[in-house]
């Protein structure tokens, strides 16, 4: 009985179809690698963003990315309720873990530069920090949520 491999390398030896079989099968396997890492990011949103409340973890694409909000180390953004000379920024340290692997802390801004970081094939991005100080104060740290775009790239 012939199979697909000697179809298509009929004069070859036992070792020599293993092999073309297998290299048959790589294309197949490619394919569906490549689908698997195509596409929104599973655990994002339609808009492929997500909030994390400070202090807490989401994980994303199977658990193969977890994202922390560890701190809020800058909030100079403009007050509501006032004017101000420029909008200010927010600055925001995030730890990053791939696949249970060691883990990468990093700082992103909401205004400033840098505003996303590329990490083991995925982007992740400030989209917002809320809330925004008041008038009458700063938000209670505890208040603090962060929206970020996760992507693959």
Sequence with gaps: MMNRADDVCPRVTAIHRRACALLLA???????????????VPGTDAN????IPLGQTRTFDEERLAI????VLEDSRCPTGTQCVRAGNGRVGLILQER???TRSVELNTAERPRRVSHEGYIIQVVDLQPVPT???APQVESYVVRLRVTRG
């Design 68 to 71: 922390g909000f560890g701190t």
């Design 26 to 40: 790589l294309p197949l396997a490619a394919g569906c690698l490549n689908t698997y890492r195509t596409g929104p």
């Design 100 to 102: 249970g692997e060691a």
């Design 48 to 51: 492929q963003q997500v909030e």
């Design 135 to 137: 008038a009458a104060g």
